[in-house]
C-alpha cells in the first residue's frame, strides 16, 4: 500500500471510531479482516497512527485551534502524521489512486507540523482534567506521557496449584521470556503479546490474563480464609478468580453481575476450572449477609486510557452523570447486603475524583454506620511508600507509577 493510502484507511476509522461508537480494537481488526491484501508492514503502520492519533486526538485540536486549521478528522490526522514522520514530504502522501486527495491548505498543515518543535502530546478534555487530581506540572507531564506507553501483558497464576517459578518454565517451553511482576506477588509479565489461539491451548489452569494493577488491587481487598464475599460487579471474573485463589477453596464467593453474558464467561472458566467455592445463587434479600462486598463498579475507564483511547473521545458529561448515578446505587445496595463489622470494598478503573473520592464522600454523609478503613500499611507490603497516591477515602494508582492500568480503591467498614 502506498503511505497516503494507509493514511486514509486511518482517516476513514478513526471517523467510524467517533460516530459508531466501536472500540478501536475491534474497528481495526474488522478492516484487516475484509482486507486481506494488506501486508503485515502495512497493518503495523495502520496501526500504529491510528491509535496514535485517538491518544493524542485532544492535544491535536488544541493545536489546530491555535494554528486555525479546520479541526476535521482528516486535518487532524494530517498534522499528526507529518509532525510524527517528519521524514516524509507531502507529496509522499498523494501518491496512488487511494491515496490523500489534495486539499488547499494541505502546505499550510505540512509546514506547521513538521516545524512543531517535538512530537503533539496527548490530552484530555478540559472539562475531564479539572476532575483529575494532579498537584503538579511534573505530575501531569508523566501522567499525559503514560498514554503513549505501550500496555503489558501480564497473567495471575493459579497459585493453588502451580507456583510463579513453574509457569515460567512451562512459558519457557514455548518460547515464552517472562518475568515476574515487581509488585505484585501473584503475577508474571510477558515481554510479547501471546496471540490469542496460543494462549487459550497453553493456559489450561494455570493462569488468567490480568494486569498488574488489577492484580495489586484484588491482593488489596484483603481476602480471608472462611470469608463469605460477594462480588457485585464480577464480570467476566478476572477479580473473582483470584479471590477465589487466594481463598485457598475455603470461604465462598457468590458472583452477580446486570449482563448475563459477562457472566456467562465466569461461568464456563468456573466449570473448567473446577472451581468449587463461586456459586451464582444470588438474591438482593440476602440483606446483611457477606462479610465482604466488592463493588468493581462500572465506570468511565480512564485509568485503561492506553488500551482504549477512544473512550475518551466519546466520554460526555451526561454518561459520566449517569455511571456516578449506577455506581452510587451499587453502593447503597453494597451497604444492605454487607453484615455488621464487615465491610465494602471500592474499586474503579477511573482516575476522576466525581467516581472515586466524591462517591465516597456522599455514602459516608448517608451511611452514619460505616467508616473509612484506613490500609496505608497493607499498601506497604507491595508498594513502595513513595510511589502510591493515598488520602483518606483510599489508594489511586496513576498508569504512570508502575506502568500499570490506573485505578482507584477504598474500603469501608460496616459498625453497626
Ligand atoms: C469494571 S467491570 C468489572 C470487572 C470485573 N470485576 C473483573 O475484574 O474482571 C464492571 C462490571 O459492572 C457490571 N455492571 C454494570 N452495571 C451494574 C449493576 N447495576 N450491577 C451490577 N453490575 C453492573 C458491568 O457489566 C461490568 O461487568
Excluded at 521524514?87 to 513538521?114: C, M, T, V, W
Amino acid at each position: 500500500m502506498k503511505v497516503g493510502a494507509v493514511l486514509v484507511a486511518s482517516i476513514l476509522l478513526v471517523e467510524d471510531i467517533i460516530i459508531k461508537k466501536i472500540q478501536a480494537k475491534k474497528t481495526l481488526k474488522n478492516f484487516i479482516r475484509s482486507n486481506k491484501y494488506i501486508g503485515s508492514k502495512d497493518r503495523k503502520l495502520l496501526y500504529e497512527i491510528t491509535f496514535n492519533m485517538l491518544k493524542k486526538y485532544f492535544g491535536l485540536l488544541y493545536i489546530c485551534k491555535i494554528y486555525d486549521i479546520n479541526c476535521s478528522v482528516r486535518n487532524l490526522a494530517l498534522f499528526n502524521f507529518c509532525n510524527k514522520f517528519k521524514h516524509h514530504n507531502l507529496e509522499d502522501l498523494y501518491q496512488g489512486k487511494y491515496s490523500l486527495k489534495k486539499k488547499d491548505g494541505d502546505f499550510y498543515i505540512f509546514n506547521k507540523a513538521i516545524n512543531f518543535r517535538g512530537e503533539v502530546k496527548p490530552m484530555l478534555p478540559s472539562w475531564l482534567e479539572k476532575k483529575i487530581l494532579i498537584n503538579t506540572e511534573t505530575e501531569k507531564f508523566f501522567f499525559y506521557n503514560s498514554i503513549l506507553s505501550e500496555p503489558r501483558f501480564d497473567i495471575a497464576i493459579n497459585l493453588m496449584k502451580y507456583s510463579r517459578e513453574e509457569v515460567k518454565n512451562k512459558l519457557k517451553k514455548y518460547n515464552i521470556i517472562c518475568s515476574y511482576t515487581k509488585n505484585s506477588t501473584v503475577g508474571i509479565t510477558v515481554n510479547n503479546r501471546i496471540p490469542k489461539n496460543t494462549l487459550k491451548k497453553i493456559k489450561s489452569d494455570m493462569f488468567e490474563v490480568q494486569d498488574e494493577g488489577s492484580q495489586l488491587m484484588t491482593l488489596l481487598i484483603g481476602v480471608q480464609t472462611n470469608m463469605k464475599i460477594l462480588d457485585m460487579c464480577a464480570g467476566k471474573g478476572t477479580k473473582t478468580i483470584l479471590m477465589s485463589n487466594l481463598l485457598k477453596s475455603e470461604g465462598f464467593i457468590t458472583a452477580f453481575d446486570k449482563i448475563k453474558e459477562r457472566l456467562g464467561v465466569l461461568k464456563n472458566r468456573v466449570k473448567e476450572l473446577k472451581l468449587k467455592n463461586i456459586n451464582f445463587d444470588f438474591d438482593f434479600k440476602n440483606q446483611g449477609q457477606f462479610d465482604l462486598v466488592l463493588c468493581d463498579v462500572p465506570c468511565s475507564g480512564i485509568g485503561t486510557w492506553r488500551r482504549r483511547p477512544e473512550n475518551i473521545i466519546w466520554l460526555k458529561n451526561e454518561e459520566l452523570e449517569k455511571l456516578k448515578l449506577v455506581q452510587n446505587n451499587i453502593l447503597l445496595n453494597a451497604a444492605k447486603l454487607c453484615k455488621a463489622g464487615g465491610k465494602i470494598v471500592y474499586i474503579t478503573c477511573s482516575l476522576l475524583y466525581d467516581e472515586n473520592e466524591f462517591q465516597i464522600k456522599s455514602f459516608l454523609n448517608n451511611f452514619k454506620n460505616f467508616d473509612v478503613i484506613n490500609f496505608r500499611e497493607d499498601i506497604q507490603k507491595y508498594l513502595k511508600k513513595e510511589i502510591f497516591k493515598y488520602n483518606k477515602y483510599g489508594l489511586t494508582l496513576t498508569p504512570d507509577v508502575l506502568n500499570t492500568d490506573g485505578y482507584f480503591i477504598s474500603m469501608l467498614k460496616k459498625t453497626a
